[in-house]
């Protein structure tokens, strides 16, 4: 398949920096995605949107929607309900029978609203302009929020509704943040990390010490800043509730609006960072999972899953759904080397338990590339899904936690996979 072939040879041709800057400022919490969970009332009519990249020098592709789960081999080209989408290797997230995408049709950057209607018809709403629009979060009908580089440690608030932005919210009024910046060294500042995250009734917003002399990046020239810190709002009064930190670990990735937060059944909060410990040690990447439990404001001093103790050094890898006291991952079985290996098939789902016990991988799911950041596996009425991007099958395998039963789900042709979906109509009174 073409699109495989181009999609390896970007892969295994782009440079460190720019897999770096991936990296640094992408960093991913896979992937079952509070925001796309809706609680479903037993009448309500659902339907499934597949986003897919196309082209990827244009970076462009399809959102793509069936009635049911996508099965057999899916040709976007060819697809009855299709719209085409800009950004397309950055995914939006689903919020009822809604999805807000990054990006205009025409590469504007913003918050563009994408509505199925219960024909299975895509409408193209609303339009919300926004330069250096890199994430959002949508907490109910009427309130999300999301941040734009140009708005350094001011998160914009808006109404998914009517699609207005509302206002902001400054990190700097807070005096617990400001404090922290004002103890910081020269030419060192406060600025956002990759992360909010709207859920548990609070908003999450993460921020990190940058190097104002290192381009930008977390803590590179100092050690006694290797701290992650997530301040946690009040949706309801915007005022500071409290700031959560963790030592070690500067930064969590969250790559723009992929809405890759995994909450599990008790509304408890996984993260799944990619960090690079190269800037201290020499070494390589570290793939961690961290947590806030559900009505907590810090992190649980008792969880930290490193796949670097438990699995491969170095290992590149995504989190995903917290099911029934378990985690489901995606990693890669070698230690990723910059500009060498991120195409090689050999990232694989696992599966391990929330106390870090009994790493398993996944038999019968072919090895993938490196996906996406975004394209971690997600759970859909209790199977798990995971991408596969090679050159011999490029699609979505389904995991069944209860039965242990494999399957191919469906077959992408001409495209590479980005984000899968579920979607659920309004009940009309």
Known sequence: MKINNRLKKQLIKMKKY?????????????????????????????????????????NTGFILVSDSMFTGTIDPLSFGSATIVAEAD??????????????????????????????????????????????????????????????????????????????EIDLRSFPEVTMIEDALEEDFSLGFGNSIL????????????????????????????????????????????DIAQIDGYSNLNG??????????????????????????????LETRTVRILSGANDFDDSFDINMNDIHVYGSNGQGGPVLNGKIYYQLKDKELVFGSNQ??????????????????????????????????????DGLIYYSVISDTF???????????????AFRVDGATPIKLMKLIQPIEN
């Open 18 to 58: 720019h897999l770096y800057l991936l990296i640094i400022s992408a960093i991913s919490f896979s992937s079952c995605n509070n925001d796309d969970e809706n609680e479903v009332a037993p009448e309500a009519e659902i339907s499934f949107a597949l986003l897919v990249q196309t082209d990827v020098t244009t």
């Open 90 to 167: 950055r995914p939006g997230i689903a919020f009822g029978n809604r999805i807000y995408q990054l990006a205009a049709s025409d590469g504007t950057q913003g918050i563009q609203e994408y509505t199925v209607l219960s024909n299975g018809s895509i409408q193209i709403g609303s339009f919300i302009s926004a330069d250096g629009m890199d994430e959002m979060t949508i907490l109910n009908e009427t309130t999300g929020y999301y941040k734009a580089i140009g708005n350094q440690m001011r998160i914009q608030t808006f109404n998914p509704s009517i699609m207005q932005r509302t206002g």
């Open 343 to 380: 195409g090689d098939p050999d990232n694989f789902p696992y599966v391990v338990n929330t106390d870090g016990s009994g790493l398993t991988k996944i038999s019968g799911i072919p090895g993938s590339m490196v996906p996406f950041f975004g394209s971690g596996p997600v759970e859909i």
């Open 394 to 408: 490029t699609g979505y395998y389904s995991y069944n936690p209860t039965t242990g039963d494999v399957n191919e």
């Open 198 to 241: 709207a859920a548990d009734g609070r908003l999450f917003v993460q921020f990190q010490v940058n190097d104002d002399n290192g381009g930008g990046f977390p803590t590179i020239r100092n050690l006694d800043y290797d701290i992650l810190y997530m301040a946690i709002i009040d949706p309801a009064s915007d005022e500071l509730i």
């Open 255 to 284: 790559f723009p609006a992929a809405s890759l937060h995994n909450i599990s059944a008790e509304g408890d909060m996984y993260f799944t960072g990619i960090y690079d410990v190269t800037i201290f040690s020499g070494g390589g």
